[in-house]
């Protein structure tokens, strides 16, 4: 057995790994994608009282902050069994689309962006924001980090600080804003929708003009027909911040919605020997093994799967791009992966259209922004979608709201299945028999978990003083015939 | 208490003066020793507010701040904008010396951005980021620093720090001390 190993995967957050064995013939035999895990979380958060959560959960992750702070503050709620007034919810929505709008805006140009502006095959030191502003002008590069300044700032605003907010509590929030911050934010969202007009384009000019880029995007490298699951409103609408999760077949056959409170009868976790991470699938499909198919239980959660699980945009310009998308795609709902980056652009329109549209709600003034909780503490889910998929938080707690069992299912953990499959698809069609293994070969592989937007135990790294991808070629017995190396 | 050399004041009373230094602990508090960025950096800001008020000549053009962050890459680099000069002390896994070592460095001899925190892999390397900000004409620090400190346990949830990284708490904030006096004495 010949073993490839790529350890560890540049611009991925965690220290993840993956190891390609080829068999006799030099074809791909199997793959396996490991990613070090974090220990003890729930053990840390027992005695802790529940109200502490949307404080501590933002410190899991240096990437999504924002996400664990909403999830638990709703998680919170529901163990509190309080529900916050509607201006508490409509602000707390107003930052997590803030949040959105900045997360988004540096993955599609700090990440996924720079395989297709650059293209998989430019050199590694160009395959990056740099080379994208090099490339597409330094307008750009300036519009990103007002971008993302915005983002924060609407963050900071809501949430009383950039990146980690600390204002949600259970039954809302400890302040409100007032007009002149609510004119702010509505400014911002105004130009958060150019932005994503202009990024739009962007990618319809770049991507969707080079035949080369859609081939690469429809072909059958990048595609899996798996489950999509996502967040959706009352209207089956996409929805970031609150609703049910809807679970949709690879054929499109909405198969139900569930509560976040239901979770636990629809998602299980599957155990394999290799990894410590586990697997989630759906309890009513059953696990299968890694594979495609209406009766596989695998499921992904992302920009993509959102827009499959729900009906429609509940933004009128997003709703153009919806449909623009399934339309240039072949009809609902899409399976190619590499699609993922696309729908992420129209998920960053309808948050600059979400920002508008809650910060001119008459509401949004508005001082009453919490609810006393007076009801025992007992027990909560919060869900939300975060940009990598949906989140579920669950506490216990005893009647002096002190937390007796914690369980956390993070959004990549949703899509760990459909990444691992989509790598050995990516790896068996790229390194065949004889092949001379090549930098932008392995970047075509790295492309396939890229569109996940993948973060694993996000804000655990040190200083290693370097992070290179090495990639060792064995022969049949074993030892090494060829390294290849980049930093 | 550490005894600092030089003169060196606290940010008490800062007025309208921007610091021209600041002080970062990386890392995440509830780590482990990945935490260890924080504490050093929460100490230092202690023995400099337990320091004498330095003249007011020193006070303007060495004011330091300190601050504690889970950034990487542009965020980080965002962060660092209005500033002259930059300190960061992280957490290092080389694996080449015994836990507890410290290691003082500039940022630019550092092999690879794509590591660690100052590199969130979610965005770009810090490197890459202040690429990327100059291009865009922030002010960004002339001289940035990294104290790294040998660590081991990074994947335990826990606010404590094992003993081998307590122990090098005060050789961590002295480097830093150390390196804030030479850039006065280039001042």
Redesign the interface.
Known sequence: MQRISIDPITRLEGHGKIEIFLNEEGDVANTYFQIPELRGFERFCVGRPVEEMPLLTNRICGVCPEAHHMAAAKAADAVYHVDPPPTAKKLRELLYSGFYFTDHTTHFYALGGPDFVMGPDAPVAERNILGVIHKVGLEIGGKVIQARKYGHHIVEIIGGRKVHPCTSIPGGLTKGINEEQRQEIEQIGRWGIDFAQFSLQLFSDIVLGNQGYLDLILGDIYTHKTYSIGLVDENNKVNFYDGKVSVVAPDGERIGKYAPSEYTDWIAEHVEPWTYLKFPYLKKVGWKGFVDGKDSGVYFATPLSRLNAADSMAAPLAQEQYEKFYATLGGKPVHQRLAIHWARLIELLYAAERIVELASDPEITSDNFHTVPTEKPTEGVGIVEAPRGTLTHHYKTDERGILTEVNLIVGTTNNYAPISMSIKKAAQSFITKGSVVTEGMLNRIEMAFRAYDPCFGCATHSLPGQMPLIVTIHDANGNPIEILQRY | MTEYPGEWSSLVQAGSIHPQVLVIGL?????G??GLGWRIAEQFRTGLQERQPASQENLARTLVEVDCL??????LM?RLIGYQRAIII??????ENPPGTVTCLPLQD???G???????????SLQ?AI???R??G?SLPKDIM?V?VE?ET?????EALTPPIEAAIPEAEHAVMQILDSWIDRT
Do not use: C
């Open positions: 890392g995440n508090p509830i780590l020793d990945d889970s950034l990487g890459g542009l965020s965002e992280d957490a290092a896994t080389t694996q550092l092999t690879s794509e590591a660690g925190h100052t590199g969130s892999a979610h965005d770009t890459t690429e990327v900000g291009l865009m922030a990294l790294l660590a990074l994947f335990d949830f826990s």
